[in-house]
């Protein structure tokens, strides 16, 4: 068990605390999965009045981007300053120890005296004995306020979060009615006269109907928002309290929330610092500030606001206070799997372009998950395609796979619909934002490349998940999974990489080259058929899977169907799930073992939790090659 004794010793520093009541309070308003649908943001349907009075006496920052498309990822990155793809949280409903080193960064504003509080959302994607959390909080709790501090003259870190945003208040009746009971009449909006309807969704009642509720429920929020910075006034606070406002992601709509696309990521953010605390030219009210931010950005900012010194580890880099670096040139975010399913995509942004390198190019983007799928919208976007009566820029996102790489001008293409990476006239951007992207991989050691499987393993071994492409005798290992991993999508030009690959003493290596093999797959089977077939015997379990996903590509199937239904009935949770999906993408191939597919129905001791992954992804297979209709939860 790790043990933080740091925050002990710092309290018992005579004058510490006396020293910290100079320093302003911060209070932070975050709310779920709402885009910039505020008006400070320029949206000219919504209804903020609150918020927009908050930005109007701070700064806007109209350039915000989180680390990912969903949550707890990002909650995780943004409470450690850290990428989730660093420190082993990206996967959703996932849960990673940290090393040592890596705090929550309240901690270092509990030892610098402050009264921490969090109301009460957490969701860092931590396992519940993690010791970094212990230190985190005076007060988590759905009671956690400022005004709780025994000491009122104790500068205070506090944190509200606003659940009803969201994207159950969208697709809930009885969760929408309630959070906007309250809305007057004239907080209504028409869903035929919002104009900020994109193109890829379908042009029906019930899809307008949701895209409206969103509104209405930010307005609620808004009031929210209000009501506690009410309080902070009510209580002769307002002037010395610095107060941000933002979102963990996206919008939860298809295309959205999960997604790496403007629509997913790009956030408000709106901080006020009182007249006390700012800094001569770089605060100045009612302005908008276009610098890149990410919300990885959020913790050292707070820390720098606080005249807290920055530890070194730190991924993110502050955009407020004293001594900040150059701007951002670049956002970066990932995408793992989410759910029951894998899709593994990274992103660039700059001021003016997003480049998405798509790793799992076979997979489509609208993949089957019981979540989305319960919501109106994907109801009528697939109950459309699958009758042939979408339009066509929906139906792009049920394309039967995705491009390797897509490349948006976002200025003039705000929806990014036109993909430009085989243009040509972009072709240099597209090569620049490419290595950048690789760089990053590179720099961060990316544990998302990582099978999940290896992860669970490798962080019993080493105690956590940052440390897997740190601590190792393989000083090489980093940088050929980043490599192999790139190679994988990159077709019949990389085969002879793939098939080295497959003896590389490093299973995710192996892995990745299998994959990217039957990525090739018929082209490849005379060269690799053989080599696959002794793969199938691999030492780890992920390598095996991979190897007989890439023979049924290669219209091989026999042998591969054995591994994939022996693992499914006895592998470990994660090698289950990889097999159950494999099963899934292979269509009518997967018809000989429809059996062993109906047992992985049944429930398994892990089911509690994560292990109803399984079930809902062989249910989906089975209802689709029995043309059954068979619900799950």
């Given amino acids: 068990m790790k043990f ?8 018992a520093i005579p004058g510490l605390l006396a020293s910290a009541a100079d320093r302003p309070n911060i209070l932070w308003l975050s709310t779920e999965d709402i885009s910039p649908h505020i008006g400070f943001m320029g949206d000219p349907h919504a209804i903020t009045p609150h918020l927009d009075q908050l930005a109007n006496e701070g700064v806007v920052f109209n350039r915000t981007y989180t680390s990912a498309g969903v949550c707890a990822p990002v909650r995780s990155a943004i409470i450690t300053g850290m990428y989730q793809s660093s420190i082993g949280t990206q996967h959703m409903r996932s849960a990673a120890y940290l090393p040592d080193h890596i705090e929550l960064f309240p901690s270092y504003l509990r030892q610098a005296g402050y009264y921490t509080s969090n109301n009460s959302k957490t969701d860092y994607q931590l396992p519940k004995d993690e010791p970094a959390a212990e230190g985190a909080w005076d007060d988590s709790s759905g009671k956690g306020h400022w005004r709780n501090r025994p000491d009122k003259n104790q500068p205070f870190f506090a944190v509200f979060n606003f659940g009803g945003t969201h994207e159950s208040g969208i697709e809930s009746d009885d969760k929408y009615r309630d959070v906007t009971a309250d809305l007057a009449p004239e907080h209504r909006q028409d869903p035929q006269a919002l104009t900020t309807y994109p193109p890829y969704y379908p042009e029906t009642p019930a899809a307008r109907d949701n895209w409206k509720r969103n509104y209405e429920l930010i307005t609620a929020m808004d009031t929210w928002a209000g009501d506690l910075i009410q309080q902070l006034k009510d209580d002769g606070l307002y002037e010395n309290t610095i107060i941000f406002f933002w979102s963990d992601h996206g919008i939860g709509l ?23 605390f700012r800094i001569p030219g770089q605060i100045t009210p009612g302005t908008v500030d276009s610098q ?22 730190l991924e993110g880099q502050p955009f407020l206070g004293r001594d900040l670096p150059a701007a951002r040139q670049y956002i970066y975010g990932a995408r793992d799997r989410m759910d029951e399913r894998y899709d593994i995509i990274r992103m660039v942004r700059d001021q003016r372009f997003r480049y998405i390198r798509n ?17 109106t919208t994907m109801a009528d976007l697939r109950r459309l395609h699958d009758a042939g009566k979408l339009a066509p820029i929906p139906s792009q996102f049920f394309a039967p796979r995705k491009p390797v790489e897509e490349l948006y001008e976002v200025g003039s293409d705000p929806h990014e619909i036109n ?8 072709a240099s951007t597209l090569a620049r934002l490419r290595e950048v992207h690789l760089q990053w991989v590179r720099d961060t050691r990316d544990t998302g490349l990582i099978p999940e499987p290896i992860l669970v393993t490798e962080e019993k071994r080493l105690g956590n998940r940052y440390d897997i492409l740190r601590q190792n005798d393989d000083p090489t290992f980093s940088q050929r999974l980043a490599h192999i991993a ?5 077709g019949p030009d990389a085969l002879p990489e793939l098939i080295a690959a497959l003896d590389d003493t490093q299973p995710s290596v192996r892995y990745w080259g299998a994959i990217g093999i039957g990525n090739i797959g018929q082209p490849a089977a005379n060269q690799t058929a053989a080599r696959l077939t002794r793969a199938l015997q691999d030492p780890d379990v992920i390598v095996q899977v991979a190897a007989a996903r890439a023979l049924c590509n290669l219209g091989k199937p026999a042998k591969a169907l054995t591994v994939l239904t022996a693992v499914l009935d006895t592998g470990a949770q994660w090698e289950r799930l990889h ?3 494999v099963l899934d993408e292979i269509d009518e191939q997967a018809r000989p073992v ?24 062989i249910n989906r297979a089975l209802n689709q090659l029995e043309d059954t209709t068979r619900q799950v939860r």
Avoid: C
């Fill in 4 to 11: 933080r004794s740091v925050f002990f010793v710092l309290l």
């Fill in 419 to 426: 993909n430009l990476a085989d243009d040509p006239a972009y």
């Fill in 594 to 617: 429809l059996a062993a597919m109906h047992a992985a129905l049944e429930p398994r001791e892990e089911l509690e939790q994560r292990g109803k992954y399984v079930v809902r992804v």
């Fill in 292 to 313: 890149l931010v990410s919300s990885i950005d959020f913790a050292p900012t707070v820390l720098n606001l606080a005249g807290i010194d920055l530890p070194d580890y």
């Fill in 486 to 490: 790139n190679q994988a999508s990159n």
């Fill in 359 to 375: 790793y799992e190019p076979l997979k489509t983007y609208y993949q089957y998950m019981n979540t989305p799928e319960k919501g």
């Fill in 254 to 276: 298809p295309r959205g929330k999960r997604w790496l696309y403007e629509s997913g990521t790009h956030i408000p953010l709106a901080v006020r610092v009182p007249d006390t």
């Fill in 579 to 581: 097999a159950a999906n």
